[in-house]
């Protein structure tokens, strides 16, 4: 039987990239997806490949979760995939002096409000199942200082923190519903499109931004989607609260540092 047969899932943030993945890996394992995203025409578009249901959700919106939640009232894995890091639409300041408090609200609306609104609806759709499973999606900026990306980085860390809590309610509450945490570093998806640019230094630019990391290259979307196949199935069912890593070795045995001053 394959690993995820009859779990009702839904993905959020799962038109492209991460989210992506995670729906092509689920629904290969027997599972009965709903994509979302707030790109209607990217998330038709990945739903009707992977022959999924689409709903339309922005996960900064309390009343798009309301209505899920009356479009999808019971399901068996969440994945809070959505997230932002303020970057999309080119550079702009997000370091602690210079941030303006709208795009710090920006950031943190997506990835941290969207977060406890996805656990919120999912402890009520999660009631009744047998064995269920929040995945959280977080950062390895979540665990260090990034100067450059404060509102990310404090987005994410939130969400590992938020993880341990809503773990414990569950847990508390009798509910069978577990809740785990991924946090990768640098995944190859187009949220790093903004950050690597197109002109003939892009080549250089990659090489840069994974000079630290041991395994000297970026990860795959497929890496994390292996990971919420594990996760979302029943043999994590003794997992809760955990913190999972997937960053080639960055934290292994380095760390961020400021970078000089100029």
Known sequence: MKRLANKRCVITGAARGIGAAIAEAFVAEGAEVTVTDRNDEAGRTTAARLESRYVSLDVSREEDWARLAEDVPAIDVLVNNAGMTGF??????????????????????????????????????MRHSASAAIINIASRSGMVGIPTAAAYASSKAAIRNHTKTVALYCAEQGLPIRCNVISPAAIRTPMWEPMLGTGPDRLEREKAFVSDTPLRRFGEPGDIAALAVLLASDEATYMTGAELTVDGGLLAGSAATPEAAD
């Open 88 to 125: 999309e639409n080119g550079p702009v300041s997000h370091d602690p002096e210079h941030a303006t408090l709208a795009d710090w609200r920006a950031v943190h609306a997506v990835n941290l409000d969207g977060t406890f609104l996805g656990c919120r609806y999912a402890i009520g759709a």
